[in-house]
């Protein structure tokens, strides 16, 4: 990195990403003017070239980034060396109708659903900001995206205290995600609140502006987007917000080797992928003499089940093989040439990982038991809940033993239910080989997670070494298909 640090640029990433919106248009800042935009909705034939460098998102929050190595030859055609994470985290996401009305109190909250599997308890008491995209309506009858981000914490989700509680509350903290989530968003104060907000109803109503959308949602809430987006009330036609920590990212530990930040799981495989992208695509002598095309898909909706028009499950995996390889080739090559490339490819799925936590040793298989700050763990199962198998483990493996990299196993207990990632699901969709592993971590999907500091550039040693040393590994393994 030129003017930060790979930690000092994860801080400022994780930092000013709060949704998977602000996630992609931060990695696309990443990769540099150097790489080129395209669009889904036009051919690709004659855009694509070797040595070029590439970049598209789906829905503004799944993202697809290349390059293509200077000696792809489409009459011979290399594979895809991918990594693939995703961009999404478990959080709070403001209903379709926001408005909550007037609680006990004279309090205003906002209608909330909980996005994912999170740790629901750890939102409680924390400074909470709202952020996502705004679909707004222009002069000219046109409409725009605009991302917001409002940083001052508008909104908390305040503890009962203890002094009214049960004995068997106190015991056993228990959330219900309807009646216990619900954040206050403002007291209402009938000369500066209501007035204001009645008066402009009443005015857009004369004036013919009346909206059902709108008038499902918190006026003083719709007040703080135009405001922040210079534009007004009216202009507002819809919009994907959610609730985020304000806290910043932070440095953690007596010697700074822990780092502090929301939405680590995986944000911090989407910092580190794009980083080892831009710094492979930058190095001209490896990219001229690569016949293969090094890329990084970020896909949304992981954390609830991938099955979405830009998640891990939809054909976005396959028709980036497909419609790459096809422009490559000018717009030619049939069934067999994309089966061909497919089978000349690797998914580096890249998701978190279960660090060993000190207060709960006995959770860890005690030969599989992860540390904080000893590089990437790979992760294995044999119910194929990861897709890591004696190839493709071997693969990486043996990529950190050229590298000079650290590598970790992972395997879980079998008393405790196995969680999953994208890496199945592309597998299952494309047949390309596949390999899951992540960096370590604790607190995973708490409102605020924990990391090792020097995880990251291990992690990012490791992909720069997949990129440049996949096709020399896989030729040298003469295996039965």
């Not at 939102?123 to 991302?147: C, E, M, Y």
């Not at 015991?171 to 402009?200: C, G, M, R, Y």
């Not at 890496?423 to 494309?430: M, Y």
């Amino acid at each position: 990195m030129s003017k930060f640090s790979v930690v000092d640029g994860a801080l400022n990433h994780f930092t000013n990403s709060p949704t998977p919106f602000h996630n992609c248009a931060n990695l696309v800042t990443m990769l540099g003017e150097s790489f080129e935009k395209l669009s889904e909705d036009e051919k690709w034939e004659g855009k694509i070239k070797p040595n070029g460098k590439y970049y598209y998102t789906r829905n503004t929050s799944t993202l697809v980034a290349f390059c293509v190595g200077g000696a792809y030859d489409a009459s011979n055609p290399g594979g895809f060396k991918v990594i693939g994470g995703h961009t999404d985290s478990p959080n709070l996401r403001i209903k379709p109708c926001s408005k909550n009305g007037t609680s006990a109190g004279k309090i205003t909250q906002l209608n909330v659903e909980c996005y994912g599997g999170g740790l629901w308890h750890t939102w409680f008491d924390r400074d909470l900001g709202i952020a996502g995209r705004v679909i707004v309506s222009t002069p000219d009858g046109k409409f725009t995206q605009h991302l917001v981000n409002l940083k001052k914490p508008v909104c908390r989700v305040p503890s009962l205290c203890i002094h009214l509680q049960s004995g068997d509350e106190r015991a056993s903290f228990k959330v219900n995600k309807e009646n216990h989530l619900q954040p206050i968003f403002a007291q209402v104060v009938k000369d500066t609140l209501e007035a204001p907000a009645s008066k402009k109803a009443k005015t857009d109503e004369a004036a013919g502006e009346k909206n059902a959308w709108r008038e499902g949602h918190d006026s003083t809430l719709l007040k703080l987007i135009a405001e922040e987006l210079s534009i007004e009330v009216a202009q507002i036609a819809d919009f994907e917000l959610a609730l985020y920590d304000t806290q910043p990212a932070a440095l953690g530990g007596a010697n700074e080797e822990f780092l502090y930040a929301a939405r680590l799981d995986n944000q911090a495989t989407c910092y580190t992928s794009i980083q080892s992208l831009a710094q492979y695509a930058a190095n001209k002598e490896m990219l001229e003499k690569d016949a293969d095309i090094a890329m990084v898909c970020l896909f949304d909706h992981e954390e609830v089940g991938s099955a979405s028009q830009c998640g891990a499950g939809s054909p976005i995996m396959g028709e980036a093989v497909r419609r790459v390889s096809s422009a490559l080739n000018n717009g030619g090559g049939n069934e067999d040439f994309f089966q061909t490339t497919c089978r000349r490819s690797f998914v580096f799925s890249v998701d978190m990982a279960h660090a060993i936590h000190p207060n709960y040793a006995s959770k860890h298989e005690k030969n599989h038991s992860p540390d904080l700050n000893a590089g990437v763990v790979i992760k294995t199962n044999s119910n194929q809940r990861y897709t890591t198998n004696a190839f493709t483990g071997f693969v990486i493996r043996e990529i950190g033993r050229r590298k000079n990299v650290p590598i970790q196993e992972f395997v879980v207990r079998n008393d405790c239910p196995c969680g999953s990632t994208i890496g199945p699901i592309i597998s299952e969709k494309t047949g390309i080989r596949c390999v899951d592993a992540g960096m370590p971590q604790l607190s995973m999907h708490s409102c605020r997670e924990m990391m090792g500091t020097h995880d990251l550039q291990l992690c990012i040693d490791l992909f720069n070494g997949f990129f440049e040393l996949f096709r020399n590994i896989d030729e040298s393994c003469y295996l039965c298909s």
